[in-house]
């Protein structure tokens, strides 16, 4: 059973555990996606790469109703310095949990490998080729959205994608996720989509599960909206929805309670 909440006019989805959080994002990804292909030739998506958008992905991967065929994809932010083949990269993620079962118009995945001067032109150019329709995304332990970490979050950025420093919270994330056995294993720095870039998408699902991510959920949805929780950003989009489980909105759910 599903709970709908809304607060300060925000569109909050709360669920009882995250496969079924991860449906309900999915179904309403689809109908966007549906309803955008009724009038356009190309539905242009941004893609997270997280545990967290798994039965998200799951969801839209067997869609009946998606042509795949009029969609051109991308993925949000990569780790730098990852072997080409290596399992944990964003990009492998995609092609395992989407690129894999569906056959899209264009696929754009950001490539580290490429000369990281030569990717950001070339990625900033494919970016700003068209707007972008959607962008699913998640929101980080510390509260960053793609690897904009609080230390590097810059609501004004003037670039479409830029290299950073990861920060030391978002790479014990990585291992609390499983992508990695340990923090030396985890990169220290990334490519990532900026905030900007991010907020211009015209519409935004953004998918959160698990205790971990409480409080960042919690300062997202209640906090001022400061660069130390970047995704409280997320609050001024006129079209962004969110989806958590009840473990990811618990903290939020105590202050109602008050």
């Given amino acids: 059973m599903n ?15 995250k496969t079924a959080t991860g449906v309900a994002a999915g179904k309403a990804i689809e109908t966007c996606i549906v309803k955008l292909q009724s009038t356009q030739n190309s539905v242009r998506i941004i893609f997270a790469a997280a545990p967290s958008q ?15 065929n009029k969609v051109t994809a991308f993925n949000m932010d990569e780790y730098i310095g990852l072997e080409p083949d290596s399992p944990a990269l964003f990009s492998s993620y995609l092609n395992k949990n989407l690129f894999s079962k569906i056959n899209v118009k264009n696929k754009n995945t950001i490539n580290v490998h490429n000369g990281i001067s030569n990717e950001l032109t070339r990625y900033t150019d494919l970016i700003l080729d068209a707007p ?22 810059d609501f004004d950025d003037s670039e479409t994608i830029k290299v950073v420093k990861l920060d030391h919270a978002c790479r014990v994330q990585q291992v609390n996720d499983g992508c990695f056995d340990a923090i030396q ?21 953004c998918v959160v599960n698990g ?34 489980d009840e473990e990811a909105y618990q903290e939020t759910s105590k ?3 008050v």
């Avoid at 294993?185 to 699902?205: C, D, N, Q, S, Y």
């Avoid at 929780?229 to 962004?240: D, K, V, Y």
């Fill in 3 to 17: 709970k709908i909440m809304s607060d300060h006019n925000q569109d909050i989805n709360v669920f009882p555990n």
């Fill in 54 to 68: 798994d039965s998200m992905l799951a969801y839209l991967t067997n869609s009946n109703l998606i042509d795949w």
């Fill in 132 to 153: 972008i329709d959607i962008v699913c995304l998640g929101i980080g332990e510390n509260g960053h959205i793609a690897f904009n970490d609080p230390p590097v979050a």
């Fill in 185 to 205: 294993m985890v990169p220290e720095k990334a490519i990532t989509l900026t905030i900007p870039t991010l907020l211009r998408g015209k519409h935004l699902f």
């Fill in 211 to 244: 205790v971990n991510k409480s409080n960042a959920v919690k300062d997202t949805l209640t906090g001022p909206i400061t660069t130390s929780c970047p995704a409280s950003i997320l609050t001024t989009h006129a079209n962004c929805k969110f989806y958590f």
């Fill in 255 to 257: 202050l109602q309670k």
